[in-house]
C-alpha cells in the first residue's frame, strides 16, 4: 500500500518542560496525523544523548535503552508518582532544547518518582525481559556517575575487564542507583509502548531509527568488547568514518569503532540479531542508517585527525541478513543509502526488497533528466522524503539554492515556485511519485525557515535543539488530507 507520513522527533514535540516528551503533546500530534491522512510517524534514535556529546542521537551510550529526557512528567503526575509541586519548570526559550537545564530537571523529577515507586509484578516482568541489557547498562550508568563520567577502558582492573567478583562488589554498592536506572527504562519504555500503541490503533505506524554504529563509551562496547576492533588494552585499534569528497576534503571522522565482523560471524552474528529483534518490538519499522556499511565501511586507524588515511574493508553483506532472516523472515527495513553508493550496496538493497530513500531538495542540481533523486527516476522500492533532519528545510533549500536549482525547479513544475508555496510544491511532487512512501519533516508541512533546521553536519553547536512551538493546524491537515486521498497515500 501507498502511505505518507511526518518526520519529526520526540525531543520536538511542545511541550512546557524544555523539551518533547511522551506526554500530551505527543498524542496531539498523533491525532494531528489521523486527521491528516497520514499513517506513518518517523521519529530519529530514541536511545539516550549526551551533552559531551553535542547531545546527538546518533552518538549514543547504549543502543537498548530509552533517552529519560522524553519520559513525560504529566505522566508520572497521573500515575501518581509527582506532586503538582514537583513540575515546577521555567521553559524560557520555546524554540530551542537547553539539554542541561532540562537534564537537571528529568534527573530531579525522575528521582522524585523513584522514591514514591512500589515495585510491582508489570516492573518485575519488564526487567526480567530485558535483563539482557538492562542489568549492566544500569551498572554502567551507576559507574559513569560515580567516576565522574570517566572512559570505561580507564576504570579499574576489575570492572574494566569485567572481572565477576569485581562486578558483584559494584552491583551490591551501587543498588540503589541502578534500581533508580531500572525505573527509568521502565518508565520510559512504559510510556512510549503506550504511545505506541494509541498511533497503532489509529492506524499509524512508527519509524524507528537504527544507527549502525554504536559509541565508544558505551555499554554495549563495555559489554561486548570482543565484536570490536579493539587493542590488547581495550582501545580502539581503528574507527569509523567516511572518505573525503566533493562536500569534504577531509572526509567524516566519526569514531565510533568498528566492527570485528570475523568475530561476529564465529557468534553468530547474535549480538544483531537481538539488537535487530529489539528494534522490531518497539518500531513498525526500521530505518538503517549508513547503511552501505554492511557492504563496505571507512576504517580509519585510531588517533588520526582526520578521515584521510583511511581504507575501506569488506562488511558482511548478505550472510548477516541471511542469518537475520533466519529469525525475522519479514524485515521492514528503510535503508539510508545517500551519498556515493556502489553497485553491491543497490544490490544488497534490491535482493531483500528493502526500501531506499529518495530525497527532494537534492533533486534539481546538475542533469535533472537523469538526478536519481526526481521523481521521474523514483522506484516503487523507496521513500520520497521532501528533506532529511540533516539536510536544511524545504524554505531554507530554496533560499540559499543556486540559480540554476531554481530554474530546474520551475522548468519541472511548469511555473515559477514562489516562497510562499514551495512546501506544498515538494509535497505534492513526493505525494505523485511512485514511491512506495512519502514523508515530509513537520518543518516542511509549516514551510518553516533555516532556523528549524535539525542538524547541519560537520558542525558542532546548535544542532538537535529544535523545538516546534505552534498549533497542529486544522486547515494544514485538511490539505494535507486532500493530497493523500488524491494520490491514493490512503
Request: proline letters at 4%.
Amino acid at each position: 500500500m501507498r502511505k505518507s507520513g511526518i518526520l519529526l522527533h520526540i525531543s520536538s514535540l511542545p511541550s512546557q518542560f524544555g523539551i518533547g516528551d511522551f506526554g500530551e503533546s505527543s498524542y496531539r500530534f498523533a491525532d494531528f496525523l489521523f486527521s491528516s491522512g497520514q499513517t506513518l510517524w518517523q521519529i530519529l534514535p530514541l536511545n539516550p544523548t549526551l551533552n559531551e556529546l553535542g547531545n546527538s542521537p546518533y552518538n549514543s551510550y547504549s543502543t537498548f535503552a530509552g533517552n529519560k529526557l522524553f519520559i513525560s512528567p504529566e505522566l508520572l503526575l497521573k500515575d501518581g508518582l509527582l506532586k503538582d509541586e514537583d513540575l515546577s519548570f521555567d521553559d524560557n526559550d520555546k524554540n530551542r532544547i537547553d539539554y542541561r537545564k532540562v537534564h537537571d530537571f528529568k534527573d530531579k523529577i525522575i528521582s522524585i518518582a523513584f522514591e514514591r515507586f512500589k515495585p510491582d509484578k508489570e516492573y518485575e516482568i519488564f526487567c526480567y525481559e530485558n535483563s539482557f541489557w538492562l542489568d549492566d547498562f544500569a551498572l554502567f550508568t551507576a559507574l559513569k556517575r560515580r567516576f565522574n563520567g570517566k572512559v570505561w577502558s580507564d576504570w579499574e582492573d576489575g570492572l574494566k575487564w569485567r572481572n565477576p567478583d569485581t562486578l558483584n562488589y559494584y552491583r551490591n554498592e551501587l543498588m540503589r542507583e541502578i534500581d533508580k536506572e531500572k525505573f527509568a527504562q521502565f518508565i520510559f519504555y512504559k510510556q512510549w509502548r503506550r504511545l505506541k500503541k494509541y498511533c497503532n490503533d489509529k492506524g499509524i505506524q512508527i519509524i524507528g531509527d537504527l544507527p549502525i554504529y554504536v559509541s565508544y563509551n558505551s555499554s554495549d562496547v563495555w559489554m561486548n568488547p570482543d565484536i570490536f576492533k579493539l587493542d590488547g588494552n581495550l582501545k580502539p585499534i581503528s574507527v569509523a568514518g567516511v572518505p573525503p569528497d566533493y562536500f569534504s576534503k577531509t572526509g567524516q571522522l566519526w569514531g565510533n569503532p568498528v566492527y570485528n565482523w570475523h568475530r561476529l560471524r564465529e557468534r553468530g552474528y547474535d549480538w544483531w540479531i537481538r539488537r535487530i529483534g529489539f528494534y522490531m518490538r518497539e518500531f513498525d519499522f526500521i530505518r538503517i542508517d549508513h547503511f552501505r556499511g554492511f557492504c563496505g565501511f571507512w576504517e580509519i586507524p585510531y588517533g588520526e585527525k582526520t578521515a584521510v588515511n583511511g581504507r575501506w574493508e569488506e562488511g558482511p553483506k548478505n550472510e548477516l541478513f541471511d542469518r537475520i532472516l533466519l529469525y525475522y523472515p519479514n524485515l521492514p527495513i528503510i535503508a539510508e543509502d545517500l551519498g556515493v553508493i556502489t553497485p553491491d550496496v543497490r544490490e544488497l538493497i534490491n535482493y531483500y526488497g528493502f526500501l531506499c530513500m529518495k530525497v527532494l531538495v537534492f533533486a534539481f542540481s546538475g542533469d535533472i533528466s537523469k538526478n536519481p533523486y526526481i521523481p521521474h527516476n523514483h522506484t516503487e522500492n523507496s521513500v520520497v522524503y521532501s528533506g532529511t533532519h540533516d539536510t536544511d528545510t524545504v524554505l531554507g533549500w530554496f533560499r540559499n539554492a543556486k540559480e540554476e536549482e531554481r530554474e530546474n525547479l520551475n522548468y519541472y513544475v511548469g511555473y515559477k515556485v514562489k516562497k510562499e508555496f514551495v512546501n506544498w510544491v515538494f509535497i505534492r511532487l513526493g505525494m505523485m511519485s511512485v514511491s512506495r512512501y512519502s514523508i515530509f519533516p513537520l518543518q516542511d508541512i509549516m514551510n518553516l525557515d533555516s532556523s528549524s533546521r535539525m542538524n547541519t553536519p560537520g558542525t558542532n553547536e546548535g544542532n538537535w535543539c529544535w523545538r516546534y512551538n505552534g498549533d497542529f493546524d486544522k486547515k494544514i491537515a485538511e490539505t494535507l488530507l486532500k493530497l493523500t486521498r488524491i494520490y491514493r497515500r490512503i
